[in-house]
């Protein structure tokens, strides 16, 4: 950072000053294209609105400066101004975009609509704004060209060290948590939609603060700055010199726009061309960028390994009721998938819901862990209904859902992962790396029991099949639930893994006084460790009792054995 | 009355126009930024008609072939490596998309040009004076739409497409080769891309970058419908609806961001837009 500093305030020395103008350009540029890539290559978030935060910055200075001349106060004043639009902008935007259930696309449609608006305001503007022309000529802050190369570079600068501090952190781990599955975050308790639109507006505010300088030092402003297109050059910079990298967006942003000033003269549309085709030839054979070519021969480094701890125990769960289920609907269109679905579970209780395919079982699960789901009816955790409530309120009364398929962040570390997970309780920090991971005790009885303890720094993609499923329960156990669902926790699993299952949930429920309500297909396993048993069939309570009660059940018999048997 | 016709219409242009993107959508899953360019294929496939001095009439099936010949070749070298990484897929049709936007530039430069249209002249209906070509292309909408459902629901080719749409990996399964459904597909919708290009260039001019604005209208109304004919014949008519009224009432500036932000907002409220949830 410092040598980067350091370049920045000698270059200009070196430099003639046409290139000094058109780096100072690419800088500016270089700091929208960094949001880009922690948008975009961190947390999954293709934007193509960064260019349109940049112009509003840019025309808040020529605006201001064109109506009421230039001093220190208007600067300032148009540098909030600035700031103010884009974020507001950005928060209607990221408002728009990170609703629930919206796809990857859905959202990069949005930020696409955004530029559009944007220039068509401009054009609408009429004079004010300068329409298809722009403005140029305003009062700019006086100072020479060299000046504004070091302002823009130490801008680039101070924005890069940020973000690389940014995404080295805890945070950052979180961020890349999103991207690889937001709904399993959801179901942490993260308020992802909130993290996003938060990290949207912060985007936002940067390259609306570039756009100032960019204003400042060229004293002219197009809407050309802000269209989707110059928001698709952001991304196509990015993905050359390598998202997920900082440095190879800054170095496409560099590279490509200053080389495009030189070489438009002499080549017309050629250069634009070779950029088009060396653009799809890095998506199909690269999708590293440029700059992974680079890394080929360079030995990884090994991952950051934090050391484990015990958190400080919880309060003391109390016995009694912890689930509560009453007159539960749902309905697909006209079909009734689960009919008026009553019953209640208390701490300490082993609960199989059993039932053959289609009876509802999983859908039972997603209504009691996520308050929009069901039709009708009442769900109570903990003596408290949740209402509509999302996913990661629901998780913040005491709910933790295991998926039927391992839901695990398949980039990242073990360690990383229960980081993730304990971000609800621990909020997690912004600026560095914490040495140590804190687990309740249960979650840390399932990392040593599995061997996870030992293999902390390696990335779960190269997990065992069983080993992702403990590592999923432990990281739901780092939540600290008082109600656990598990869906389907022994599927594909040896015998073996399910006997050491069976036996750690049947000690979570007796010494840790844990609410489990599981859905599982093999009666055996069922036996041997429910203390209750409740069978669903075609969206209705069959039966709620005991195991041997539902063993010798009549009822039970036909419905598996299906209605020929009668 | 004219209003109407003015609805009708603009309607008709846009389902043209994303006709192609549909198909290309239904399919691969991907919205192909290419489509703008492959439109201004068809716009310059027109002007060589044109300078030709042949009958305008055969620049619709020229722009076809050209759309169709530039969209295999597309499919072929670029999108079949990356039917695994979508969001890749797209941005490589930007790419695609930028390289035949300036291969067009060198070839034709940048200036604005005309190609002659078909039909001109007005026509009278119900008291009304109206441009004979708007009104051939809600016949062009109808037409083509109707071919196409011929071909989804008449023929084997239709029938294994419609298997890849529901559901690709099953498809797969029972021995259907869905990378010739995406090839043709691919080719299919770029050349009814190129023929919407042709179509559209006697109500403006023919220039590199006459595709990009058509493109987000298209993207949108796509978006809007799944992947259903009739969900976007509904879609157009709405969107359409809603840029003719916001520019004769409001203001013409406003009338150009109609549409997207309108399906914006269409599509916060209801992700599934027109299609049947």
């Known amino acids: 950072m410092l040598a980067g500093a350091l370049a920045v305030l000698v270059a200009p020395l070196l430099l003639d000053t046409y290139s000094v103008n058109v780096l100072t350009r690419s800088l500016l540029l270089a700091v929208a294209a960094v949001t880009v890539d922690l948008l975009w290559g961190y947390t999954g978030i293709l934007s193509f609105a960064q260019a349109a935060f940049l112009a509003i910055g840019a025309y808040a200075l020529a605006l201001v400066s064109s109506n009421l001349g230039f001093s220190a106060a208007t600067g300032l004043f148009a540098l909030l101004l600035g700031l103010g639009a884009a974020g507001l902008a950005a928060l209607l935007v990221g408002w728009l975009a990170f609703s629930y259930g919206a796809s990857p696309l859905y959202v990069s449609t949005i930020t696409l609509v955004f530029p559009i608006v944007f220039v068509q305001l401009i054009f609408a503007g009429g004079n004010f704004t300068g329409s298809s022309s722009g403005l140029s000529g305003f009062d700019v802050p006086e100072l020479d060209t060299e000046s504004w190369f070091r302002v823009a570079g130490l801008l680039l600068v101070a924005v890069t060290a940020l973000t690389v501090t940014l995404v080295r952190s805890d945070f950052g781990r979180l961020l890349v948590a999103m991207r690889e599955n937001d709904v399993r975050c959801q179901f942490l308790g993260i308020p992802t939609a909130r993290l996003k639109v938060l990290l949207f507006v912060a985007c936002a505010l940067v390259c609306a603060g570039a756009g100032w300088v960019y204003a400042a030092a060229t004293a002219v402003v197009a809407p050309e700055l802000g269209n989707f297109v110059s928001g698709t050059e952001l991304v196509i910079y990015t993905a050359l010199g390598g998202r997920a990298t900082i440095a190879g967006p800054i170095l496409g942003a560099v590279s490509i726009d200053a080389v495009s000033n030189y070489l438009n003269g002499a080549l017309p549309f050629l250069w634009a061309l070779i950029v088009g085709l060396v653009f799809v030839v890095v998506i199909v054979a690269l999708p590293g960028g440029l700059l992974s070519l680079l890394r080929l021969g360079r030995v990884r480094q090994p991952r950051f390994v934090p050391r484990l701890v015990e958190a400080p125990a919880a309060t003391p769960r109390r016995d009694g009721t912890v689930l509560r289920v009453e007159a539960l609907d749902k309905r697909f269109g006209s079909l009734q998938v689960l009919n008026s679905v009553a019953f209640t579970a208390h701490a300490g209780d082993l609960l199989s819901l059993i039932g053959p395919n289609g009876a509802g079982k999983t859908t039972l699960m997603r209504c009691i862990a996520d308050g929009r789901e069901r039709s009708a009816g009442l769900v109570e955790i903990g003596g408290q209904s949740i209402r509509r409530m999302p996913p990661h309120r629901c998780t913040a009364l005491g709910v933790g859902r295991k998926f039927q398929t391992a839901a695990v962040f398949e980039t990242m570390t073990v360690a990383e992962c229960l980081r993730v997970a304990r971000s609800r309780v621990e909020r997690p920090s912004l600026f560095r790396r914490t040495p140590t991971i804190a687990l309740p005790e249960a979650a840390l009885e399932v990392v040593q029991a599995t061997g996870l303890a030992d293999r902390l720094g390696v990335e779960t993609r190269q997990l065992s099949h069983g080993e992702k499923q403990s590592l999923e329960l432990a990281m739901v156990l780092a939540l600290e639930p008082t109600l656990l669902l598990l869906d389907e926790p022994t599927a594909g699993l040896t015998k073996q893994e399910r006997q050491r299952i069976g036996a750690l949930l049947a000690d979570l429920a007796q010494r840790h006084r844990l609410c489990i309500v599981l859905v599982e297909h093999d009666l055996d396993f069922v036996r041997s460790i429910s203390s209750r048993v409740i069978v669903l069939h075609q969206g209705a309570v069959v039966l709620d009792g005991a195991v041997e009660e539902a063993v010798q059940s009549e009822t039970v018999r036909t419905i598996y054995a299906g209605a020929a048997h009668v | ?277």
């Open chain 2, 1 to 277: 009355m004219s209003l109407l016709l003015d609805i009708v219409t603009t309607a008709a242009i846009l389902y043209v126009v994303a006709l192609g993107l549909l198909i290309v959508f239904g399919v691969m899953g991907i919205i192909s930024f290419a489509h703008g360019a492959m439109l201004t294929v068809g716009g310059y496939a027109a002007l060589l008609v044109t300078w030709a001095g042949w009958n305008p009439w055969v620049s619709l099936p020229a722009a076809a072939v050209a759309g169709l010949l530039a969209g295999a070749a597309m499919e072929r070298t670029v999108l079949r490596p990356l039917y695994r990484r979508p969001l890749d897929a797209i941005l490589a049709t930007w790419g695609l998309g930028i390289v035949i936007g300036q291969v067009i530039t060198l070839a034709f430069g940048r200036q604005v040009q005309f190609a002659q249209s078909p039909l001109s002249g007005a026509a009278v209906i119900l008291g009304a004076t109206y441009s004979q070509y708007r009104l051939l292309l809600v016949g062009v909408a109808v037409l083509l739409a109707g071919a196409i459902a011929l071909v989804l629901h008449g023929t084997r080719l239709g029938l294994v497409t419609r298997a890849v749409i529901a559901n690709e990996n099953l498809a797969q399964s029972l021995g259907v080769n869905s990378a010739r459904v995406r090839f043709a597909s691919f080719s299919l919708g770029s050349a009814l891309a190129s023929l919407a290009g042709a179509l559209v260039v006697p109500l403006s001019s023919v220039d590199p970058n006459m595709g990009v604005p058509w493109l987000v209208g298209a993207f949108m109304l796509v978006l809007l419908s799944g992947s259903s004919l009739v969900s976007m014949a509904a879609a157009a008519v709405v969107l359409g609806a809603a840029q003719v009224l916001v520019s004769t009432y409001l203001n013409a500036v406003l009338g150009g961001m109609t549409i997207a932000v309108l399906a914006a907002v269409i599509l916060r409220v209801r992700p599934t837009g027109f299609a049947r949830a």
